[in-house]
């Protein structure tokens, strides 16, 4: 008797919602019905608001179902369940969701599909044809690939991949490393989370291409302490990556060597800069160096250094199994391919959808999300995690792309967009940017160290009505300050927050002349 195929996600998410408990309750049904059921532990597709998401393999497709708890397992059951019966909670063909169907997932597409730790899986689902690619082509042609794919860091520099890699490759010494940022830690994000749970080898294969095509044998995942799931999971592929020859002495029988490590930080944000990660890297206090030099020149350890964020690399086998014309047709101006955009805080569908640049952040937020949970009408969304520009309803026409966001005075950073309804106080907001760097800076220069805690000070002072027009001179001077002395863009980016909400809100500061202030 052929055994009913349930799939049911393991990713952090769906796990802190309850997944593990509907997993047992489905074991105690089966024993109870004496039906044989295999339960395959994926990643998540990424539809938050509907999971735990159950999917049953039936001969029309899968057939999803959500969001289920524990205690409703056993009216699924009576309900036909394993034949794709009628259920309340049916949800029909996961790829006929209007969330899921209008995605363009490249980086994603196996996510929530496939076993995480199935290779037999992986490969069916093209996995490895990337790396197959760039061996056969050589590292030249690999980084030349990735150049003309106009790939840019999904990490929130926006740094074009490709020259990064040639500048490393260029680079003279015996020994260059390649290092994934892992140490996602803007609020409103985790697409590096469910990338590493739910599919760990599309890492494995990007940063092995990364270091045949720039002449790296070693590389090392940085990756924060608060993912413990992603970390057992990661190294878990590792191992079998391993076993599948995919990494170490002769990469599928090539004569190029590769191997991985995983580092785990203790929590500091600043060590998602990529300086103070490598000062991490090297058992030191995460503090941000100056460059000159680049680490592409002088990285971990004094030598070059290949550094790249997860979804940029995630999306490096994609472009050379299916070449860079195929990338490159996606996505619009000098933002080409695909952003992983994820959609947090006061939305009703809140999750990650995988778009090409180009989409408005109205339709992001109103049609795609579905407007605000609590039905209020949203007043603010920020883009790009804790650093990021609010945007009023009146930006809502931006596309989602690096120049349009640049030109707004904002950022689209890591791809994270939170939403807050009509209730926020935005002085508050700005109030917690000045606070939260203050917090996590490293304290090595001065406008970032003093600027964050005398800002904290200043709009306390404004929101006291204490002199709010030299106050309010004093803020906008002050970020200016910031944004142009800080070392790196901790402090150099806590501006946009501040000015952000002082320019489009300024009833919330008591005065009517902040919003001068801010444009001043």
Not at 250 to 274: K, M, N, Q, T
Not at 313 to 332: N, Q
Request: glycine fraction near 12%.
């Amino acid at each position: 008797m052929t055994k009913a195929r349930l799939f049911l996600p393991r990713d952090a998410g769906a796990l802190a919602l309850g997944a593990d408990e509907v997993e047992g309750a489905l074991v105690a049904a089966q024993r109870r019905r004496g039906l044989e059921i295999e339960i395959i532990r994926t990643g998540s597709r990424g539809l938050y608001w509907l999971e735990p998401m159950i999917e049953v393999a039936t001969p029309q497709g899968r057939i999803a179902y959500g969001p289920v708890h524990a205690g409703e397992v056993e009216s699924l059951f009576d309900a036909g369940l394993l034949d794709g019966g009628a259920h309340p909670l049916r949800l029909g063909r996961p790829e006929e969701i209007p969330f899921l169907k209008r995605q363009t997932r490249l980086v994603f597409a196996r996510c929530g599909i496939v076993d995480p730790l199935s290779s037999a899986d992986f490969r069916a689902q093209g996995g490895w044809r990337g790396l197959e690619r760039a061996i056969a082509i050589g590292p030249a042609a690999t980084i030349e690939e990735v150049v003309a794919s106009g790939l840019r860091g999904r990490g929130g520099a926006g740094f074009p991949t490709g020259i990064k890699w040639r500048t490393a490759a260029q680079a003279k010494a015996p020994q260059k490393y390649v290092v994934c940022n892992a140490d996602e830690g803007d609020s409103g994000t985790f697409a590096d989370r469910m990338i590493m749970e739910g599919d760990p080898f599309v890492l494995i294969e990007g940063m092995t291409i990364a270091g045949i095509a720039v002449g790296a044998t070693k590389g090392y995942v940085y990756i924060r302490s608060e993912y413990p799931h992603a970390i057992q999971t990661l190294r878990r592929a590792i191992e079998m990556a391993r076993d599948e020859r995919a990494l170490g002495a002769s990469i599928l029988g090539s004569p190029y060597a590769f191997d991985l490590e995983i580092r785990i930080g203790a929590g500091a944000y600043v060590c998602g800069e990529e300086t103070s990660l490598l000062d991490s890297l090297e058992g030191k206090r995460g503090q941000v160096r100056a460059k000159p030099p680049l680490p592409a020149h002088k990285g971990l350890f004094g030598v070059p250094t290949v550094i790249n964020n997860v979804i940029s690399l995630a999306s490096v086998p994609w472009i050379l199994s299916e070449g860079a014309p195929a990338y490159v047709d996606f996505g619009i101006g000098r933002s080409r391919g695909t952003m992983p955009i994820q959609l947090a805080g006061n939305l009703k569908h809140r999750g990650l959808f995988e778009a090409a640049f180009g989409l408005t952040l109205g339709e992001l937020v109103d049609d795609i999300a579905g407007g605000t949970a609590t039905g209020r009408p949203i007043r603010a969304v920020q883009v790009g995690g804790p650093l990021g520009a609010y945007f009023p309803r009146a930006l809502f026409d931006t596309p989602f792309d690096y120049e349009a966001f640049t030109a707004k005075n904002g950022l689209i950073g890591h791809g994270g967009i939170v939403a807050f309804d009509d209730t926020v106080d935005m002085a508050q907001q700005a109030r917690f940017a000045m606070e939260f760097c203050a917090i996590e800076s490293c304290g090595k220069c001065t406008p970032c160290r003093v600027g964050s805690v005398r800002g904290v000070e200043v709009i306390d002072r404004i929101l006291r009505g204490e002199k709010p027009d030299e106050n309010l001179a004093l803020l906008a001077e002050l970020c200016d300050t910031m944004k142009f002395g800080s070392l790196c863009a901790l402090g150099g980016f806590v501006p946009f927050p501040v000015m952000s909400a002082l320019t489009y809100f300024p009833e919330d500061f008591g005065s009517p002349k902040a919003g001068k202030a801010a444009a001043a």
